[in-house]
C-alpha cells in the first residue's frame, strides 16, 4: 500500500468512526489506530486537514492531598486510558498533568477522581468501625491506593496483549495497536512540551498494620470495570460497577 493509498484509508476510516452506529464506530476506530501502528505514525503524522480524531494534549488539574498513593491512582488510570502522566507537588495539593487525547484525558481524570474519593470514604469508614487514629487511617489509604494502582497497570499489561479476562470490552485484540500508537504520539509530544520531565519513585509509608491489611483488602473489591467507547481515540470509560 503506498503511503497516499494508506493516508486515504485512515481517513475514511476516522470519518466512519463519528459514525452513529456505535459497532461500526468502534471497529472503523481501532482499525485506523492498528493501520498507524503497523506502518509506525500516529495521528500527528497524518496532514492537517486530515484530523478527524482529538489531537494530543496536555489536560492540567489539581486535587487536594499529596500523599503518594493518590499519585498511584493518578498514573495507573492515566496509563490505562490511553495517556501519559505526570504531577508536581503544591503544598497540600497535588497537580495533575494527564497527556493524551482530550475524551481520554478528561476518562483518566473521572477515573481517578472516583477512585480516590472512594479510598478516602472508605478509610474513614474504617477507623470509625474499628476505632483506629491517625496512622490507620493513612495506612488503610495507602494501601488501598497503592493495591488499586496496581490491578490498573495489571488491567492494562492484559489489554496490550489483547487479553481481556474479563470479557467487557469488543475488539480487545485491537487494543495493543491503539496503545502502542498512543504511547507513541505521547512520546512525542512530551520530547516537545515536556523535555525536562522526569519520573520518580514511589515511597509509601504505613505505620498501621491493621490499617494497612484492611486497605489492601478494600482496593481488591473496588470496581474498576469499563467499557470501550466508539471515540476515535478508543477511550476507556469508567464504569462503577
Not at 490498573?152 to 489483547?162: F, I, K, N, S, Y
Not at 512530551?190 to 482496593?219: H, T, Y
Amino acid at each position: 500500500m503506498t503511503h497516499e493509498k494508506l493516508i486515504d484509508r485512515v481517513k475514511k476510516l476516522l470519518a466512519l468512526a463519528t459514525s452513529s452506529n456505535e459497532a461500526e464506530a468502534q471497529a472503523a476506530a481501532n482499525k485506523a489506530h492498528a493501520l498507524l501502528a503497523e506502518h509506525k505514525l500516529t495521528l500527528a503524522d497524518l496532514p492537517d486537514d486530515e484530523h478527524t480524531a482529538d489531537p494530543i494534549d496536555q489536560l492540567n488539574t489539581s486535587s487536594s492531598g499529596n500523599g503518594p498513593w493518590i499519585r498511584a491512582i493518578w498514573h495507573g488510570a492515566a496509563r490505562l486510558n490511553f495517556c501519559g502522566y505526570f504531577f508536581n507537588k503544591n503544598g497540600r495539593r497535588t497537580d495533575h498533568h494527564i497527556v493524551g487525547t482530550q475524551g481520554d484525558a478528561l476518562s483518566s481524570q473521572a477515573m481517578s477522581e472516583y477512585l480516590t474519593n472512594t479510598v478516602k470514604r472508605l478509610a474513614r469508614e474504617a477507623k470509625k468501625e474499628h476505632g483506629g487514629d491517625g496512622p490507620f487511617e493513612n495506612s488503610f489509604r495507602t494501601a488501598c491506593g497503592l493495591r488499586i494502582s496496581r490491578r490498573l497497570h495489571e488491567r492494562r499489561a492484559e489489554l496490550e496483549q489483547g487479553r481481556d479476562t474479563q470479557n467487557t470490552i469488543a475488539n480487545a485484540g485491537n487494543l495493543p495497536a491503539v496503545y502502542a500508537s498512543n504511547d507513541k504520539a505521547i512520546e512525542e509530544f512530551q520530547e516537545k512540551n515536556n523535555p525536562s520531565m522526569k519520573s520518580s519513585k514511589i515511597r509509601p509509608r504505613m505505620n498501621d498494620a491493621m490499617g494497612a491489611a484492611l486497605g489492601r483488602a478494600a482496593g481488591d473489591k473496588i470496581g474498576i470495570d469499563r467499557q470501550l467507547s466508539s471515540s476515535s481515540s478508543a477511550t476507556l470509560q469508567l464504569g462503577h460497577g
